[in-house]
C-alpha cells in the first residue's frame, strides 16, 4: 500500500512531504512520520490522541519537527522503531495493549520510507485502534486437574487483565485474606496494597507491562478482610501476548512469619551492636589475612592512640602498625595461630594531657570445628590497676625500709642446692665483707661467734634441724671488724613429708644497742631516762607478774593514759586476755625470755590499738626480773594492708566476673550464630517457593528467639552488675509475698502445695522493690517447680533479725541438691542440677547477684531427697 502511495505521488509530480501532509490530514487512522533522529516531521489528529495515552508530556499539535519523546512507551514500541530506521526490517507490525484501559488495544504498522528529493530518511508510522470486550478467567484444557493444583497450593494464583483487575482468583485467598475468590473478582491489583506501598506497587505493576514474559517479584503489604496489613511475596508474569492466555498471571504467599523473623533478627543484631558499643572495652576482630572484620565505637575512639591510621573494615591490621613494629607483630599473630592468647600493654596521653595504660590481648578465634580462623583483640583501660600495683610496690619498699629501721637481717640456707640466700642487712649485722654461698663458709660464721655462746647456738640449731622446733636465742658475735655484737636469732625449720629437712631460715637483729640500754638502765640511769623520756617508740618497764613500773610518753600517748594512770595498771590489763595470741607470747616468752612480733593494746577508749613490740627479759643490779617492751603503732601498716587486700579481692573478683561474662557471651552467642549461619546456607534462593525454605524460616525464627532471649539475659546481669547506686524504699515483705504469690498460684495448683508466710519478727525493710519480688519469686517458683514427686511441695517463709541483718528463709521439702557436689557451681551462670526439670541456669546467679549488689549474702542448706533452706540476709540501714 505505501509502495503504491509513493509511486502516485511520483507520477503527479507531487511533493514527497506535502503528499504526506495531505495523507495524514484526511485519514482516521493515527499516523506519524519521523526521522533517523527519532524527530517528529508531522503527525495527525488520530495519533495525537494516542501518543499522549503513553506519553506525561503531551504532544501539542501546533508543534512538528521536535524531539519525539518515545521514553515512556512500551520496549517493543521502541526496539521495532529502531530496527526499522536502522534498516534492520522494511516492515514491522505489533499490538499494544493500553494499560489504563479495559478494553483498548492498539495495532501498530511501521514501514521505512525516503525522499531524494527532500534529502528525507525515516519512518511512517499507522496506528489503528482497537476495541474489545472484557475477557473471563482462563483455565487450560486440563482444568479439574490444575483447579486440584491450584486450589490446595498455599500460595494464591490470580488472573489480571491489561487493567490490572482481578479476571480469576484461586481457592487459597481466603485462608490469607479471608475474602472469597468471588469478592475478589473485577477488584483491582493496587486497591488493597498498603498507602504507603502503592507508589512501590504501582511501580512494579508498570514494569509487568513494559516487559513481557519476565518474571518480576515484589514484597509488600495488603489488607485482609479484617482490616489488617499482612506482607505477601506476589509473583507475576506478563501473558497478556500469549494467545492461550492473554493475563496476567500472578501468585502472592504470606510470608508475615519471615518478616516477624527479620526483624527479630535485625533487633537482635541492633543489641548486639548496642551491647559491643556500650561498653569501654574495646573490640576486633580479624579474620585469617589479618583484615578487619568489625569493631566497636570504643575501638573507632582509642584507635588514633593505638594505630597509625583509623580503623576501617576490609584493610589489612599490619597496614594501621608503624613499619618498625610489624615484624614483631607477625610474631605474635604467629604465635596467636597456634593457640596462645598474648598480653601487651601500651600507653598514651589523650588530648586533656592525661596518662592512660592499655592492656591489650589477642585472642584466637575458633570456628564450630575448633579451627582458628581469625584473632579477636580486646583493649582495657589498666590505669587504675597499674596505680595499684605500683602502690602495692611503694608498700614493699616502705616493708624493707621498716625492716631497715628495725635492723632485721634474713637468711635461708636450701638443702637441695646447698645455697644460701642473704639479705643486705644480714652481712650489715653480722659485719661480713664477702657473700656467702656455701657450706664450707658456715666455717667462718662459727667461729665468729662468741666462745661463750658456740654450744648455745649449736644446739638450738640441731633441735630445729632435728624436731623441727623453731627458736629463738641471743647470742654474741665477733665481727670481722673485731666489734661484739649482741644479736636475736629467730627461725625454724622446713621438711619434706618424709621428715627430711628442705630448708632453714633464719632472722637476725642487731639487739646490742638494746642490750646496751638495759645496762645503761643499771649504770647510768640518767642518761637512759632521757631516751626512754624521747623515744618516737612506746616503752614500758614491767615486772614479771605484770606490774607496770614505768612508762615513756610516746606509749602513753599511744594508748591515752597519763603516766600516773599507766603504771597504775597491770601490764596484763591492756592484753586481749581472750585471743589465742596472748597466751602464745607469754608462753614464748617465758621459755627463751623475749618476744617480737604483732598484738592489740588496749587504748584507754576501749578500743584496740595493733602495735608491734619487742619484749625482752632483764635483771637488775639485785638481780631482779624485769621486762621492757617496746611498742611501736602499726594502725596505718594495718590499715594500708587492709586496704591492699580488698583491692586486691576487688580486682580477682571483677577479673573472674570479667572472664566469666566473656565466656559466657562468646559460648552463648557462638550457638545460635552458628545455627543461623547454617540456615542461611540451606536455603534454596533459586527456588524461594521450596517446601523445605519454609521449614528453614521456621527454625530460622526459632535459633532467633534464642539468640535474642540470651542477649536479653545477658543485658539483664549486665544492668545488675553496672547499677550498684540502687534506690531503696521502704518495702513490706507481706505485700511483696502476696503479689508474688499471684504469679505463682495456678503452678502451686497445679503441684497441690502450700505456702506457710509468717512475717511478724520482721514485715519492714529499707529495700529495692524490684529486686525484692525478683527475689521472692525466684526462690519460691524454684521451690514449687523442683519439688518431690513422693510428696505434696509444703514451702515456709520466714523472717527474723539477728545482729545487722534482717534475714528471710525459704524453707522447702523438694527434691534437695548434694551440696558437697554442687556448692561451688551452686550460683553460678546457666547453671542446672535437674536435668528434668525446665529451666534456664538464671535464677540463683541473678538471686545472688541482687543480694550482694546492694550489700547482702545468702546461704544454704540442702539435702537430696530431703529439701533445701533458703537464708537471704539483709543488711540493716542506719
Known sequence: MIKSLVDSMASN????????EKLLSETNTGWLVVDDNLKIINFNTAYHQFHNLFNQSRL?????????????????????????????????????DYLGSTTLSFAISMVYISSDEDDFEGALIMVQKKEFKPGIARISENEDFYKVLINTSTSVYQLADAALVFTYTSGPIEDILGYTAAEMLGKNAIELAHPDDKEHVRDWLINIRRQPEKLLTAEYRIKNKQGVYIWVENNARNMLNNASIKAIVMN????????????????????????????????????????????????????????????????????????????????????????????????????HKVAHVYSHTFRPLFNAEEDIHGVFITSTEITERKK??????????????????????????????????????????????????????????RNLVHPDDKELVKKEIQESVVHGKDFNLEFRFNSING?????????????????????????????????????????????????FENSIDGVILSKIDGEVVSANPAVCEMLGYTHAELISLNSFDLLDKDASLVADILQERKDTGSYIGELFLKHKAGYYVPVEVTSVSMKDGNNNNYLSTIVRDITDKKKIEGEQKALTEELLKNNQDLQQFSFITSHNLRAPVANL?????????????????????????????????????????????????????????????????????????????????????????????????????????NA???????????????????????????????????LNRYRDRLFGLYQRFHGHKEGKGLGLYMTRSQVTAMGGKIEVESEPGVGTKFKIYFKLQD
Open 13 to 20: 509530480n507531487i511533493s514527497f512531504l506535502n503528499f504526506i
Open 60 to 96: 501539542d499539535l501546533e508543534t512538528v519537527l521536535r524531539d519525539g519523546d518515545f521514553k515512556s512507551f512500551p520496549d517493543s514500541f521502541i526496539s521495532n522503531l529502531k530496527k526499522i530506521l536502522n534498516r534492520d526490517s522494511e516492515k514491522v507490525k505489533l499490538q499494544i
Open 252 to 351: 502472592f504467599r504470606n510470608i508475615q512469619t519471615k518478616k516477624v523473623a527479620d526483624d527479630a533478627l535485625i533487633h537482635a543484631e541492633q543489641r548486639l551492636s548496642l551491647l559491643l558499643n556500650n561498653t569501654a572495652e574495646s573490640f576486633i576482630l580479624l579474620n585469617s589475612r589479618l583484615r578487619i572484620v568489625t569493631y566497636n565505637k570504643a575501638a573507632q575512639e582509642r584507635s588514633p592512640f593505638f594505630y597509625s591510621t583509623d580503623l576501617q573494615s576490609g584493610i589489612s591490621v599490619l597496614d594501621l602498625i608503624n613499619k618498625s613494629e610489624i615484624p614483631d607483630y607477625i610474631s605474635l599473630f604467629e604465635q596467636v595461630f597456634k593457640g596462645k592468647e598474648i598480653e601487651r600493654e601500651t600507653k598514651f596521653v589523650d588530648a
Open 388 to 445: 595499684l600495683t605500683e602502690e602495692v610496690a611503694l608498700h614493699s619498699d616502705r616493708l624493707k625500709t621498716a625492716q631497715k629501721i628495725a635492723r632485721l637481717g634474713y637468711v635461708e640456707f636450701d638443702t637441695a642446692t646447698k645455697t644460701f640466700f642473704c639479705s643486705e642487712l644480714f652481712y650489715e649485722i653480722l659485719g661480713l665483707s664477702e657473700s656467702l654461698e656455701s657450706c664450707r663458709q658456715l666455717v667462718i660464721l
Open 483 to 531: 666489734a661484739t655484737k649482741v644479736i636475736l636469732a629467730m627461725g625454724g625449720s622446713e621438711k619434706d613429708e618424709l621428715g627430711k629437712l628442705v630448708k632453714l631460715r633464719v632472722t637476725l637483729q642487731d639487739i646490742t644497742d638494746s642490750k646496751m640500754a638495759i645496762l645503761a638502765l643499771q649504770t647510768l640511769e640518767s642518761k637512759f631516762k632521757s631516751l
Open 677 to 781: 549461619l547454617s540456615l542461611l546456607s540451606l536455603y534454596n534462593k533459586e527456588s524461594p517457593l521450596d517446601d523445605f525454605n519454609q521449614l528453614l524460616i521456621e527454625k530460622f525464627e526459632e535459633a532467633t528467639q534464642q539468640l535474642n532471649q540470651t542477649l536479653n539475659d545477658l543485658v539483664d546481669v549486665l544492668v545488675i552488675k553496672s547499677n550498684p547506686n540502687i534506690e531503696r524504699e521502704t518495702v513490706s515483705f507481706t505485700d511483696v509475698f502476696i503479689e508474688v504469690k499471684k504469679n505463682i498460684d495456678n503452678l502451686l495448683h497445679v503441684q497441690k502445695g502450700t505456702i506457710q508466710a509468717n512475717f511478724s519478727a520482721v514485715d519492714e525493710i529499707q529495700y529495692s522493690r524490684i529486686h525484692l519480688e525478683s527475689i521472692f519469686l525466684n526462690m519460691l517458683s
Open 784 to 818: 514449687v517447680r523442683y519439688s518431690s514427686p513422693d510428696r505434696t511441695p509444703e514451702i515456709k517463709v520466714t523472717s527474723y533479725k539477728t545482729d545487722n541483718w534482717v534475714v528471710v528463709e525459704f524453707e522447702d521439702n523438694g527434691l534437695g541438691m548434694d
